[in-house]
C-alpha cells in the first residue's frame, strides 16, 4: 500500500511540474517528493494540496527570475528576426518551384541565398549576448563577424574566398577559404540548438531541430571540400553532401518557420540566454 501511495504522489508531482521551466523540474519534483514522503501520513495529502496550489505562484516567481536574468529581445527587434526566418522556407521553395521559370542558375542563386534569413536572428544573438556580457568593442566586434558569417551562408563566405583569389593566392585556395568560412551558419546554428537542448531552453523538438539542421549545413560544406583535396574519396564526398542536403532542407525550414513564429509572438529565450 505504500509503495503504491509512494508511485501516486511521484506522478501527481511529474505532472504538476510540468507548469515550472524545464531546467527546474527535476529538482523540485524530487524536493516536494522526499519532503512529502518524510511528512506523517495523516498530514501528507494535505501537505501535498499545499504544495500543489501554491506550485502555480512558484512558477510565476521562477519565469520572472529567469526574464530578469536574460531579458527577452525588444518586440521589434523579436518580430524582425522572426520575419527574417521565416523568410528562409520561403525563398527555398520558391527557389525550387520557380526554376522552369527563372532557370537553374536563378534557382541556385536563390537556393544559396535564403540562409541570409538568419541574419536577423544571429545578429540580435550574438549583440545580446555581447551586451549581457559586458560589452566593449571587442565583444561587439566579435558578435558583428559571427553575424557576417553565420548570419549571410555562402555570400560572406564567397565574398572572403573572392577577396583572398585577388590576392594571388590560387583558386584551390580561395575555394577553400570560402568553404572554412562556409562553416559558420552551421557551426552557428548546431551550438544554438545543441545548448537549447542541454540546458532546457525552448521547446525540446526545437533545439533537435535546430541541431539537425546545423549538422545539415556543416555537412554539405565539409562533403565539398573532402572531395576537393581527395579526388580519390570524391565519392565519399558525395555522399556526405548528398545525405547532408536530405537532413538539411526539412529540418531548416522546421526550425525556421517554428523559430520564428516564436519570435514574432515575443519568445526570443534561445537566442537571449
Not at 544559396?112 to 544571429?122: E, H
Not at 548570419?151 to 590560387?170: D, K
Not at 548546431?190 to 523538438?205: D, E, F, I, W, Y
Not at 513564429?261 to 534561445?270: H, K, M
Request: proline share 7%; charged share 10%; aromatic share 6%.
Amino acid at each position: 500500500m505504500r509503495g503504491l501511495t509512494n508511485r501516486l504522489l511521484a506522478g501527481v508531482l511529474a505532472a504538476a511540474a510540468t507548469l515550472l521551466p524545464r531546467a527546474d523540474r527535476a529538482r523540485w519534483r524530487e524536493e516536494a517528493l522526499a519532503v512529502l514522503l518524510d511528512t506523517p501520513p495523516p498530514l501528507r495529502y494535505r501537505y501535498a494540496l499545499d504544495t500543489l496550489v501554491k506550485l502555480p505562484v512558484l512558477a510565476w516567481q521562477q519565469r520572472l527570475a529567469a526574464r530578469a536574468a536574460h531579458p527577452p529581445l525588444s518586440w521589434p527587434v523579436s518580430a524582425c528576426a522572426g520575419a527574417g526566418l521565416l523568410a528562409v522556407p520561403v525563398v527555398m521553395v520558391a527557389a525550387l518551384a520557380l526554376e522552369p521559370v527563372i532557370g537553374e542558375d536563378g534557382a541556385e542563386f536563390f537556393f544559396l541565398v535564403s540562409p541570409c534569413g538568419m541574419l536577423p536572428a544571429v545578429a540580435a544573438s550574438c549583440f545580446h549576448r555581447a551586451r549581457q556580457r559586458g560589452g566593449g568593442a571587442r565583444r561587439h566586434l566579435l558578435a558583428a563577424l559571427v553575424a557576417l558569417f553565420a548570419g549571410t551562408g555562402p555570400v560572406a563566405a564567397g565574398a572572403l574566398g573572392l577577396g583572398v583569389g585577388a590576392t594571388g593566392a590560387g583558386d584551390r585556395l580561395a575555394v577553400a577559404v570560402a568553404l572554412v568560412a562556409g562553416l559558420a551558419p552551421g557551426g552557428w546554428l548546431l551550438h544554438s540548438g545543441a545548448g537549447a537542448l542541454l540546458r532546457g531552453r525552448g521547446p525540446t523538438a526545437l533545439g533537435a531541430l535546430g541541431a539537425a539542421a546545423g549538422a545539415g549545413l556543416l555537412g554539405v560544406p565539409v562533403g565539398l571540400y573532402l572531395g576537393m583535396v581527395a579526388p580519390a574519396l570524391g565519392w565519399l564526398g558525395a555522399l556526405v553532401s548528398a545525405l547532408s542536403l536530405l537532413v538539411l532542407v526539412p529540418s531548416f525550414a522546421g526550425w525556421s518557420v517554428w523559430a520564428g513564429v516564436r519570435l514574432l509572438a515575443g519568445r526570443s529565450e534561445p537566442l537571449t540566454r
